[in-house]
Protein backbone atom coordinates (compact mmCIF):
# COMPACT_ATOMS: atom_id res chain seq x y z
CA UNK A 1 0.00 0.00 0.00
CA UNK A 2 0.86 3.33 -0.53
CA UNK A 3 0.95 6.51 1.30
CA UNK A 4 0.53 9.93 -0.02
CA UNK A 5 2.16 12.68 2.18
CA UNK A 6 0.84 16.23 3.06
CA UNK A 7 2.51 18.95 3.98
CA UNK A 8 1.46 21.12 7.33
CA UNK A 9 -0.84 23.28 4.44
CA UNK A 10 -2.06 20.19 3.05
CA UNK A 11 -3.73 18.34 5.61
CA UNK A 12 -4.69 21.63 6.74
CA UNK A 13 -6.95 22.34 3.84
CA UNK A 14 -8.22 18.89 3.91
CA UNK A 15 -9.26 18.68 7.93
CA UNK A 16 -10.17 22.17 8.20
CA UNK A 17 -8.03 23.15 10.57
CA UNK A 18 -6.01 26.00 10.40
CA UNK A 19 -1.59 25.32 10.33
CA UNK A 20 -0.39 26.45 12.98
CA UNK A 21 -3.47 24.87 15.39
CA UNK A 22 -1.77 21.43 13.59
CA UNK A 23 1.66 22.72 14.16
CA UNK A 24 0.73 23.50 17.89
CA UNK A 25 -2.20 21.14 18.85
CA UNK A 26 -2.47 18.20 17.00
CA UNK A 27 0.91 16.92 16.78
CA UNK A 28 2.02 15.35 19.36
CA UNK A 29 -1.13 15.17 21.60
CA UNK A 30 -3.70 13.32 18.73
CA UNK A 31 -0.77 13.07 15.71
CA UNK A 32 2.24 11.00 16.59
CA UNK A 33 5.46 10.46 14.80
CA UNK A 34 5.63 7.29 12.89
CA UNK A 35 1.71 6.81 12.92
CA UNK A 36 0.32 9.95 11.81
CA UNK A 37 3.56 11.83 10.25
CA UNK A 38 7.22 11.22 9.55
CA UNK A 39 10.42 13.55 9.28
CA UNK A 40 11.93 12.31 5.89
CA UNK A 41 15.68 11.74 6.41
CA UNK A 42 15.36 12.54 9.85
CA UNK A 43 15.37 16.57 9.08
CA UNK A 44 12.74 19.54 10.54
CA UNK A 45 10.49 18.96 8.04
CA UNK A 46 7.45 17.21 8.52
CA UNK A 47 4.79 15.30 6.21
CA UNK A 48 1.31 13.84 7.05
CA UNK A 49 0.56 10.39 6.31
CA UNK A 50 -3.01 11.05 5.31
CA UNK A 51 -4.01 7.10 5.42
CA UNK A 52 -3.39 7.18 8.60
CA UNK A 53 -4.94 10.29 9.65
CA UNK A 54 -8.45 8.79 7.80
CA UNK A 55 -8.94 6.06 9.98
CA UNK A 56 -8.31 7.90 13.23
CA UNK A 57 -9.91 11.03 12.40
CA UNK A 58 -13.07 10.03 13.65
CA UNK A 59 -12.00 7.73 15.97
CA UNK A 60 -13.21 9.33 19.93
CA UNK A 61 -10.42 10.35 21.87
CA UNK A 62 -9.79 7.61 25.06
CA UNK A 63 -7.27 9.88 26.74
CA UNK A 64 -8.21 11.54 29.16
CA UNK A 65 -6.10 15.02 29.51
CA UNK A 66 -6.04 16.90 33.09
CA UNK A 67 -4.70 20.42 33.09
CA UNK A 68 -2.47 21.15 36.18
CA UNK A 69 -2.35 24.26 37.88
CA UNK A 70 1.31 25.00 37.23
CA UNK A 71 0.05 24.90 33.34
CA UNK A 72 0.89 21.12 32.12
CA UNK A 73 -1.21 18.64 31.49
CA UNK A 74 -1.82 15.42 32.85
CA UNK A 75 -2.94 12.44 31.10
CA UNK A 76 -4.90 9.72 32.55
Not at 46 to 73: H, R, S
Amino acid sequence: MSNTYLTTEELSSLIKYDPRTIRETLKDRVLHEGVHYIRPFGGRKILYIWEAIQKDIAKPQTQVIIPMANGGMAHG
